[in-house]
């Protein structure tokens, strides 16, 4: 584990991201831009390549908010999203930590997470603020 931004080939990661069906149209620049400005981030990384992610968006005082989890399908069930979240979570004392999930209700209660349902959320103007829908190149 590690939240070293040189440890990740941001093209690779895009890559793996769009074959494991966990791409949401990032380019790999968006994607190095986006861990960037995450101080709790947590790379999970394997024979050089990154084959898992987490990162909080974090006040430092009260609330968080856990983002890009992810763990490559053929890694999974080895503990390594359940490392990655205590890797977060040490560092996120004192913070009310919220996430959304529809997939891994289960997981997510097993650490603890407790199921809420509020919450509503929208884009605010474009996504990605691209035109058209246009996919992003790099």
């Given at each position: 584990m590690t939240d070293e931004l040189a440890a990740v080939d941001w093209a690779e990661l895009k890559r793996a991201v769009a074959e494991d069906n966990f791409d949401n149209g990032r380019t790999p620049g968006e994607l190095e831009t986006s861990f960037?400005?995450?101080?709790?981030r947590v790379f999970a990384?394997?024979?050089g390549k990154?084959?898992?992610?987490?990162r909080a968006l974090a006040d430092g005082v009260c609330n968080a908010f856990v983002v890009d989890v992810w763990t490559n399908s053929a890694f999974r069930r080895q503990g390594l999203a359940r490392r990655m979240m205590g890797f977060l979570e040490e560092r996120l004392e004192g913070h009310h930590v919220a996430l959304?999930?529809?997939?891994a209700v289960g997981f997510y209660g097993v650490l603890g997470y407790s199921e809420e349902r509020v919450g509503m959320s929208k884009v605010v103007g474009t996504w990605l603020r691209r035109?058209?829908?246009?996919r992003g190149r790099e």
């Amino acid at each position: 584990m590690t939240d070293e931004l040189a440890a990740v080939d941001w093209a690779e990661l895009k890559r793996a991201v769009a074959e494991d069906n966990f791409d949401n149209g990032r380019t790999p620049g968006e994607l190095e831009t986006s861990f960037a400005a995450t101080p709790v981030r947590v790379f999970a990384v394997r024979e050089g390549k990154v084959i898992g992610t987490a990162r909080a968006l974090a006040d430092g005082v009260c609330n968080a908010f856990v983002v890009d989890v992810w763990t490559n399908s053929a890694f999974r069930r080895q503990g390594l999203a359940r490392r990655m979240m205590g890797f977060l979570e040490e560092r996120l004392e004192g913070h009310h930590v919220a996430l959304f999930t529809e997939h891994a209700v289960g997981f997510y209660g097993v650490l603890g997470y407790s199921e809420e349902r509020v919450g509503m959320s929208k884009v605010v103007g474009t996504w990605l603020r691209r035109k058209g829908g246009q996919r992003g190149r790099e």
